[in-house]
């Protein structure tokens, strides 16, 4: 994301994961865990739209941590079916979050999927998913003040099938008009409202 970006790797369940960690300056809210799309489809941690979900994060005073699911971009491992790639994101949190620290998680597409899963376990104090693949995966019940942001015109998750994952939780949806799946033209948008999301008290 930067030439401050730290790389490393850690230990997962189906090996070695690497890992990038963009620290902000200043006073430390917590550490950020972002989930990047489905790795069979080119998902990786350097996809556009999670980048920009971590710099909203460090804007906001949160270290952010984007790291590959297992087999790609130098993750050992293979495809784990989804179940395997929560084990991934609940061991790159163990090890990467300070004791005590406060935690937030943020995915897209299949990462929401995979956000979703670890928030259930983990309970974060914020949670941020957008594009979540809600068409194809069965995603975790999630807090109500989880932010959960759709485009509009989303042509490979339809909003249709969020609002369907959305409406027995009674859980908002922000739609962004003529936005697609990945948000062309559109990420400063998309890093403003996570901002303001994350600049607000949280609960």
Known sequence: MSSRTERRTVAGPAGDLVCAIDTPEGALRGTAVVCHPHPQYGGTMDNKVVATLARAFVQCGWRAVRFNFRGIGGSSGAW???RGEIDDA?????????????LALAGFSFGGFVASHVAAALHPERLVLVGPATANFELAPVPVDTLVIHG????????????????????????????????????????????????????
């Open 90 to 102: 609940l061991a790159v949190t163990a090890v990467l979050r300070g004791p005590g620290q406060a």
């Open 152 to 203: 509009e015109v989303d042509d490979v998750v339809p909003l249709a099938a969020t609002l369907d994952w959305a409406r027995p939780q009674a859980l908002p949806v922000l739609v962004v008009p003529g936005g697609g799946h990945f948000f062309h033209g559109q990420l400063p948008l998309l890093k403003s409202l996570v901002v303001r999301h994350l600049s607000a008290p949280a609960g």
């Open 80 to 82: 784990g079916q989804g």
